[in-house]
């Protein structure tokens, strides 16, 4: 089972970013995964949260009307699109899954992906 996070880099406030998490080793399709993020100095948090089929997509407040959380099946690869980025939106993120439960907002995390950087920076 792994998860390989990716897509992070330097953007500007206001811009975007697409995030990927390719899952291997189990089908993304059937659990809920989750994008959490590390600020420097701070704890992890969660972000986002899609469910297998008709199951919610969840976000945490902070990100609400500004990131998504999608999933291709086809590729077993989940995103996060990012918009309107923030500084305070700066982190490491990761994507993970307990790969029990299949409806977000899931149980605590087994496997995580390797996290990928974020700046948000003029």
């Known amino acids: 089972v792994q998860l390989q996070a990716s897509g992070g880099g330097l953007v500007q406030p206001g811009g975007s970013l697409r995030l990927s998490c390719a899952a291997s080793g189990f089908s993304l399709e059937h659990y809920a995964v989750g994008w959490f993020r590390q600020a420097p100095g701070k704890e992890r948090e969660g972000v986002g949260c899609?469910?297998?089929?008709?199951?919610?997509?969840l976000y945490a407040e902070s990100v609400k009307g500004r990131f998504t959380v999608s999933r291709d099946n086809a590729k077993n690869t989940m995103y996060l699109q990012m918009n309107n980025l923030k500084p305070e939106d700066t982190a490491v993120y990761y994507c993970?899954?307990?790969?029990?439960?299949?409806?977000?907002?899931?149980?605590?995390?087994?496997?995580w992906g390797q996290g990928t950087l974020v700046t948000v920076s003029s």
């Open positions: 993970a899954t307990d790969l029990f439960h299949s409806n977000c907002p899931g149980g605590v995390p087994d496997y």
């Open positions: 899609i469910s297998s089929s008709d199951g919610p997509t």
